[in-house]
């Protein structure tokens, strides 16, 4: 199933009350229409489709909704369908199994512009990243100090309103940093740069 969910009740994403659900569908088919038609802040994709796959239609949504956050939902392995998810277009991934608490969490988390999947997957991503991915003084020297500040501070696994509360600043700024690192590292997706940066803060 497809569940187009959780359009913002309000600017505040800290608790359920914050969220409203807007809509489903269970047809790949149906997905994109009814995305235009309901526009939800953010859409819970499940990865078995009974007539599509889930990661496809991942792909499909990002390059028709741009602005859209996606959180894949399966039972199956996250070791084995995470990191694909990710690269699909995703902003999360969480196991149906999780408890309704973590949901709510990756929701939250996902429509403020972060990306979301367990400490553990987290763990799996950094031991398989490739070692040309790391970032040298070199290319940090595209960034402003504000940005190496930011680019520390995702590393060590704050969120966007963490970061905004901790520097004095907008989330909206933040998330203007965030834009303007990935330009000047030339990464594509804000899933590379998470990563980036976990790897960088180990290596310092």
């Not at 569908?25 to 009814?34: C, T």
């Not at 907008?170 to 940066?197: C, D, F, P």
């Amino acid at each position: 199933m497809i569940i187009l969910s959780y359009r913002k009740a309000s600017r505040s994403w800290s608790t359920h009350n914050g969220m409203k659900f807007v809509g489903s569908s269970d047809s790949a088919r149906m997905a994109a229409p009814e995305i235009k038609v309901k526009q939800p802040d953010v859409a819970l994709i499940d990865i078995g489709l009974k007539d599509g796959d889930g990661l496809v239609l991942t792909e499909q949504l990002r390059e028709m909704f741009p602005d859209l956050k996606m959180i894949v939902l399966s039972m199956h392995d996250e070791t084995l369908y995470a990191e694909r998810a990710l690269l699909a277009g995703a902003n999360g991934y969480v196991m149906k199994e999780e408890p309704g608490a973590v949901l709510v969490e990756a929701i939250r988390r996902v429509a403020d512009n972060d990306v979301f999947v367990s400490s553990e997957m987290r763990r799996r991503l950094l031991k398989g990243y490739s070692r040309h991915g790391k970032l040298g003084g070199d290319r940090l020297a595209s960034l402003t100090d504000r940005q190496i500040e930011i680019l520390r501070m995702i590393g060590q696994g704050h969120d966007t309103a963490e970061i905004a509360a901790s520097l004095g600043l907008s989330k909206k700024t933040v998330e203007y940093h965030r834009v303007q690192m990935k330009e000047r590292l030339n990464i594509s997706k804000l899933s590379e740069l998470v990563r980036m940066a976990v790897r960088w803060v180990e290596d310092m």
